[in-house]
């Protein structure tokens, strides 16, 4: 049985930072491209980044390039998410996904919320 149990997420100001991590159970990080998405309230969800095996590469959505840093620890089987420099439109329910290449992922996690104050 596949889960992914993300955590992490908070309340914080804008210019904060914070750190989600994603811990894979069933399936490895290393073999599955795992990702997030988010949410935000009244609009579509929206990838965020996908971290590639198969040319090891990390794919980052525009507006969080420079800011958000994906990884992965093979060992404990977690992928994590660093957010610096959060924005406001930043705020969402974040989502740690396998296959973040496919337009529907197969495994979603259960969500961690997300909200960044002005």
């Known amino acids: 049985q596949v889960q992914l149990a993300e955590s992490g997420g908070g309340l914080v100001h804008t210019g904060d930072s914070l750190t989600l991590s994603c811990a894979a159970s069933g399936l490895s990080v290393d073999v599955y491209n795992i990702g997030w998405f988010r949410q935000a309230p009244g609009k579509e969800r929206e990838a965020v980044v996908c971290?590639?095996?198969?040319?090891?590469?990390?794919r980052y959505k525009d507006s969080v390039k420079g800011r958000f840093t994906a990884s992965r620890d093979s060992a404990k089987n977690t992928v994590y998410l660093q957010m610096n420099s959060l924005k406001p439109e930043d705020t969402a329910v974040y989502y740690c996904?396998?296959?973040?290449?496919?337009?529907?992922?197969?495994?979603w996690g259960q969500g961690t919320q997300v909200t960044v104050s002005s």
């Open positions: 996904v396998a296959d973040c290449q496919e337009i529907s992922p197969w495994y």
């Open positions: 971290i590639v095996n198969s040319d090891d590469t990390t």
